[in-house]
């Protein structure tokens, strides 16, 4: 109820009469439906009203929250519901999630209700989920420990004949027993050559002896994400790649250790990324140095060269991931969930890092 409560506001200060939120993460976050169709209306005052499909009709009686609930029958659907209550025949002004809504159903509305101004909105529910509660905070902890339990699992289980698909499949095995509700994303096992793919998901490429193998993998506890990479050693590997280790290693630690609250994010990104350039592998490091996290795996702010509007603020969760990737070669990549405090900043992850580990 506290999250509408502030959105409504947002809405109210936009000027606006209702925000239309279309993106599922954002609904469940919300209102916690966790179902896969279903459209929200936030008027700026009133109480919420979502629409959804008779496959939910049970679901949402256990699950949604502050909201009016509308159940589309059978040879119906949401859009239809929308012009048969006439929900909209009031309203002067409706938002829309820009980013998030599809063609169909924003051709649909400027169609069906011409009085209405459509309204293109960035940022609104997003500008809620990037500051966590210390609640959310415990939550997005305990999604950090599965994975660091997964990591320490599974890292016990590799050996040199494994394919990558078979190390993801225990990863995503161990997820599921740990306690995580899903995947967070597509696992990337990426070992040889591979590593120097920055989203290197497996294949049945099988692991060999004296090569990296990059491991990027999180999951999902009660609608909340973790993130993490660790980049191990199948054996002894070149002193190049030892080297590039190191440099990864040492970039990353020192941004984390300069990280706080009033920071922007390019700021973040230049901590990281100077010292790899130093170095002299600057060109080798082509992504950000890393992202929001929380309800979805990637939230703002991006933390790269463009971000100079985003101000890091306590209680932001990000994620700090610097790599370096020698194509033909090999490739490192370190990545830690981390708290933004004012005066510091506070690891979720905490899987060792400080040497290469050799399996």
Known sequence: MARLAKLQRIVKEKGLDALLV?????????????????????????????????????QVKQEVIGAKISIVERDRNIQDALVERQLFSDYDSLGFEKQHISYALFDFLRTKFRHVKLVPETEMVEKLTVIKSEDEILVMKRAAEITDKVYEIVTDLMKPGMTENEVAAEIAYHTRLQGGERDAFNIIVASGERSALPHGVATDKKIRKNELVTLDFGCVYKGFNSDMTRTVSMGRVSTELQKIYEIVRVSQQRTIDKLHAGMNAREVDTLARDYITLHGYGSKFGHSTGHGLGIEVHEMPSLNQRGERYKLEPNQVVTIEPGIYLEGIGGVRIEDDVVIRKDGCEVLTCSPKDSLRVL
């Open 22 to 58: 279309s993106h599922l993460p954002h609904i469940q976050y919300l209102i916690n439906y966790t179902g896969s169709n279903g459209l929200l209306i936030v008027p700026a005052q009133g109480k919420p009203h979502f629409f959804t499909d008779f496959r939910y009709k049970a």
